[in-house]
């Protein structure tokens, strides 16, 4: 099968937590699939993921090898910070100091003839990460919170609080978009978290197009357990993309 013959979709990133200690994996877990959409199944393959600092092309500051094997659904399950080491050290990763973005480079037959699958940012560093890395600072250092959790349980409209921060949705709610969201500019996101078994629907008003699908939506479902991330740019006066549904 030839290498450009398949799409490598990204699922989820979230923390994984162990009691008694502070997590130093994040679990990623993937869909495999061809270009005619049908599943890539128990197949052993070959997953290069990196951590990249500041940009989608900016420096790897780690990276790592994994060679799982896809289940029936074409699902891979895999753990950063738990490969083969080919760079750096993940507990080493100053996350205060990001933005940080994974790049998912594949081999379909599990060798070492990569194909490139883009990258997607890491929009909210697993909480207990960040307080190691603020563990290490030390009383001289002034750590700047880049973006604030703002509580969202009830169904409204975007507003210019959200701009830059954390939506983060514990109840089942519906966020819309409004016609002319002056308050965020064109390059401006939001970061989207689902927590715990919550769903976040993402709907527009009208004349705004969301995923180039005019008064289109997103639907964001957490597992029970688990936080689901998303992230939402602006990319014209009444146009959005979004990411991680």
Not at 37 to 51: C, F, G, P, Q
Not at 54 to 82: D, M, Q, W
Not at 170 to 183: G, K, R, Y
């Amino acid at each position: 099968m030839p290498l450009k013959s398949y799409l490598f979709y990204l699922l989820f990133l979230q923390a994984l937590f162990s009691m008694g200690q502070t997590p130093e994996r994040i679990s990623y877990q993937a869909s495999i699939r061809n270009t005619d959409n049908s599943v890539v199944a128990d197949t052993e393959i070959a997953v290069k993921l990196a951590i990249l600092q500041n940009s989608f092309s900016g420096t790897a500051v780690y990276e790592e090898l994994h060679r799982p094997i896809t289940s029936s659904n074409g699902i891979v399950s895999l753990e950063i910070g738990g490969g083969s080491v080919l760079k750096g050290e993940f507990s080493e990763i100053d996350w205060s100091k990001g933005p940080y973005f994974v790049e998912t480079s594949v081999d379909l037959k599990g060798g070492s003839s990569y194909t490139l699958q883009g990258a997607s940012q890491l929009v909210s560093v697993p909480y207990a990460l960040h307080a190691k890395t603020a563990d290490r600072l030390s009383d001289e250092d002034t750590y700047v919170l880049k973006a604030k959790p703002i509580s969202f349980t009830t169904s409204r409209n975007t507003n210019p609080e959200d701009v830059g921060n954390i939506i983060a949705c514990t109840s089942d709610a519906t966020l819309t978009i409004i016609d002319n969201f002056a308050a965020m500019k064109i390059g401006d996101v939001i970061n989207l978290e689902v927590h715990n078994g919550a769903i976040l629907n993402v709907e527009t008003g009208n004349q705004v197009s969301l995923n180039y699908t005019e008064n289109g939506n997103a639907i964001f479902e957490s597992a029970v357990g688990n936080v689901r991330f998303g992230l939402l740019r602006k990319i014209d006066i009444n146009a959005y993309i979004i990411s991680g549904q």
